[in-house]
């Protein structure tokens, strides 16, 4: 028995608010309401050969609350003329709200629109586009009204997220909502004001003109003949990106590794330093351009995110060399093999022959299950003769 119940009429309207449709009328004032609900009854021939239980599919339909039920006469030869419901509508969006039982969550964004309206009308239509986000925020909406306001009064203010000082809004405020506050702030500041150059999550403050956190480079000079400070020890530094950019190391040879242990306890190069990596992050190293002058060798994990990060790191230095990432190495510490968790499977194009063949080999599982071999797990002894191979 497939006609229209009561629980299907409920759920019809259910995704009109799933869908934001019923919040999004309160905002523009245009009505969706009466509304014809999806119905389908018993047909003539069912009314005789089940008549106790279309009578009482009539007495469940009449017990909904907030539906006007619509009949047509159905005449059979043996029952006569009987009202069969034909179709069901929801003529307010106050019955709408009943039925699905949100009056609550309409009263509250009710509350939401009329504090927009008052505070930034702007913001009207992103509450008719994203009504249910919207409910979501409801304890934060306030807030992030006020950072709409603060930062319409001060464009692109030049200071850091956690120096806006704003009462009751929390220093990490505005971090945690940075996403929302990209949608809003499209909406209500001044072209000149967005940087639209950028977007997403990690340039919001880029966008919308805050300041950065400084970028930092950590690297240690392998010579002790180039030392860059003029004390003995370790030659362990960390620099913004700009400094870095700057310096003149006098080094013909670096490398670059993802393992902090691996960076610390890198063996001593003539002429060399080595750079704790930043996985996917070598943008900033871009900007260093004494860095083409150099040989520039990249050691990371032999799996596939491992030869990715090799790729995306030749965008910026075409000529860097892999090194420790060959198929000798991966057959020879077969006993500390892991497993990938999630491979990239996409095409690298700026590997070689040997790095794409390798790369082929774990993409497609040939010498097992996502295998991987962290830099981590290769025997020092094993370094140490690679580099001497270099010189």
Sequence with gaps: MNWTRPADLRAQVQKWWDRGEILASL?????????????????????????????????????MPRCRVETRELRHRVLGTNAIPAEVWIDTVEDALALIGKQREAARFNALIEQTRERQPALLDWLAKR?????ELFDEWGGLLDIVAWLKAHPR?????????????????????????????????PSEAINSSVSGVMQ??????????????????????????PTGGEQDMTLDVESFARLDPKVSRV?????????????????????????????MLAQAAWLSHCRVHYWGDIDTHGFAILDQLRAHFEHVESLLMDHA???????????????????????????????????????????????????FGWVESALVALR
Excluded: C
């Excluded at 969706?32 to 089940?50: C, I, Q, T, Y």
């Design 27 to 63: 905002v523009t004032g245009e009505s969706v309401f009466p509304r014809h609900l999806m119905f389908k009854g018993p047909a003539s021939g069912e009314l005789a050969d089940r008549f106790d239980e279309v009578r009482a599919w009539i007495a469940d339909l009449r017990e």
């Design 131 to 135: 009504p249910l986000r919207a409910l």
């Design 157 to 189: 203010p030049s200071v850091y997220l956690r120096q806006v000082d704003i009462v009751g809004v929390h220093s990490k405020f505005i971090e945690v909502h940075r996403g929302v506050l990209s949608e809003l702030l499209d909406l209500t500041l």
């Design 204 to 229: 919001f403050a880029t966008r919308y003109g805050f300041r950065e956190k400084p970028l930092r480079i950590r690297f240690r000079i392998l010579d002790r003949e180039r030392k860059l400070l």
């Design 255 to 283: 490398f670059i590794t993802e393992n902090e242990i691996n960076f610390l306890a890198f063996p001593n190069v003539t002429d060399s330093l080595v750079i704790f990596g930043a996985g996917y992050g070598f943008e």
């Design 329 to 379: 190495t991966l057959l020879a510490f077969k006993a500390q093999w892991g497993k990938e968790e999630k491979q990239t499977l996409r095409g690298l194009p700026r590997l070689n022959h040997e790095e794409r063949a390798l790369y082929d080999n774990l993409r497609d599982n040939r010498s097992g299950k996502n295998v991987r071999l962290e830099q981590e797990k290769i025997g």
